[in-house]
């Protein structure tokens, strides 16, 4: 099985910053795309950054300039540093990633999710 476990979560103040963590273990064959995504309460699950290795970075407008998205390829593990903290960052953080499981010609693509990481920005 594919298992990704989030890091860093946590209570914050306004202007101050966090440092995010997943790692992907498991059944691997590749991995292609990786990316942050947030909800907070009442509030539908929105993308907040992704990462496709060797191609391009993507952020949420909200987001730029504060947060950045990075990458160790070798250990699987995907990282957001999040600077400049404000309480409409509050939600819970998920990890997802990309992953094929089979070297096989044809074999799909699959989407996983770690489990969530509480972010929470005080005034």
């Known amino acids: 099985q594919v298992q990704l476990v989030e890091s860093g979560g946590g209570l914050v103040q306004s202007g101050g910053s966090l440092r995010l963590s997943c790692v992907a273990s498991?059944?691997?064959?590749?991995?292609?795309?990786m990316g942050w995504y947030r909800q907070a309460p009442g509030n539908e699950r929105e993308l907040v950054a992704a990462s496709t290795s060797g191609i391009s970075t993507n952020y949420k407008d909200s987001v730029k300039g504060r947060f950045t998205i990075s990458r160790d390829n070798a250990k699987n593990t995907v990282y957001l540093q999040m600077n400049s903290l404000r309480p409409e960052d509050t939600a819970v953080y998920y990890c997802?990633?990309?992953?094929?499981?089979?070297?096989?010609?044809?074999?799909?693509?699959?989407?996983?999710w770690g489990q969530g990481t509480q972010v929470t920005v005080s005034s």
């Open positions: 997802n990633a990309d992953i094929k499981i089979s070297q096989a010609m044809g074999a799909p693509v699959y989407r996983y």
């Open positions: 498991g059944s691997i064959s590749s991995i292609n795309r």
